[in-house]
């Protein structure tokens, strides 16, 4: 019950690692999204979830993050990365995106989020930010009506080599996001796939030196969010993965992408 890459009416696959990274990935399927686990670097290379936003299904939240047992406990990053320290255990699959279908599903959908497998050590503010990281997806959601608010999302960090070292671990001070849909007027089977890219920049929240919560009332010393409409290209150029469908697809104009990524203050920006 992992990711369709059919999901939407016209091929959307999955983007692929390679070479040596395919070799200490491992894919894990679980309801309505799939996670391809780097085993050394502890993360996600990639993930991809079907969102059928007709059919979505309010469920209780929880909070039961926990291994999976499929795969080493020493592949994943636990708890005691995100232990007395003001790092987020960041969904990359949102916990509401699976979580449709029948009641029984959709909590299944819901428990299965909760894994570390698909969690990423995220600055607080970044990670809670309704217009930096958690609002891009209900914006682009909001324009798919075109396919009955259907959706298929990739996420994960950039896996980069000079990434800080903290705990055992790297952490990722980029995450990207690619959205995809189909722009067929009905649904059906066949369309035209159209995907817009996003690379999140949260380096300015890390300081592994001192990655602790600030005292009451202080506020702590950092720079700005920076978030980015970027070519899908340029995604696959500083992740290595390979995903031609997605680049061929991109909705960004040629002319705003020769100008270099686009910083957004908002929602709006966007280029859809």
């Not at 990639?46 to 592949?75: C, Q």
């Amino acid at each position: 019950m992992g990711f369709d890459e059919r999901f939407l009416g016209v091929g959307a696959a999955l983007p692929r690692v390679n070479g040596a990274d395919a070799a200490a990935s491992v894919s894990l399927d679980y309801v309505h999204f799939t996670v391809v686990l780097d085993s050394v670097r502890r993360l996600a290379r990639v993930t991809g979830v079907n969102i059928d936003g007709a059919s979505l299904v309010d469920v209780p939240r929880g909070d039961d993050w926990r291994f999976d047992e499929r795969v080493p406990e020493d592949w994943q990053t636990g708890p005691a990365v995100y232990a007395a320290n003001d790092l987020d255990r960041g969904h990359l699959v949102r916990r509401r995106d699976p979580v449709w279908g029948t009641p029984e599903v959709a909590a299944r959908a819901n428990s299965d989020t909760f894994h570390f497998t698909n969690a990423a050590p995220q600055a607080g503010g970044f990670n809670q930010s309704e217009e930096l990281w958690l609002g891009l997806e209900d914006h682009v959601l909001g324009h798919a009506e075109a396919n009955r608010l259907r959706l298929s999302v990739f996420t994960a960090p950039v896996l980069a080599v000079d990434d800080p070292p903290y705990r055992g671990i790297r952490i990722p001070l980029r995450f990207w996001k690619i959205a995809a849909w189909n722009r067929s007027v009905d649904g059906s089977e066949g369309g035209e796939l159209a995907a817009t890219g996003f690379v999140l920049d949260q380096s300015p929240l890390v300081d592994t030196s001192e990655v602790v919560a600030p005292a009451p009332g202080e506020v702590p010393p950092l720079g700005p969010f920076r978030t980015f409409q970027v070519p899908i290209a340029d995604i696959a150029a500083i992740t290595g993965l390979a995903m031609p469908d997605l680049v061929a697809a991109d909705v960004l104009p040629q002319t705003v992408a020769a100008a270099g990524w686009r910083r957004l203050a908002a929602a709006s920006d966007i280029l859809l």
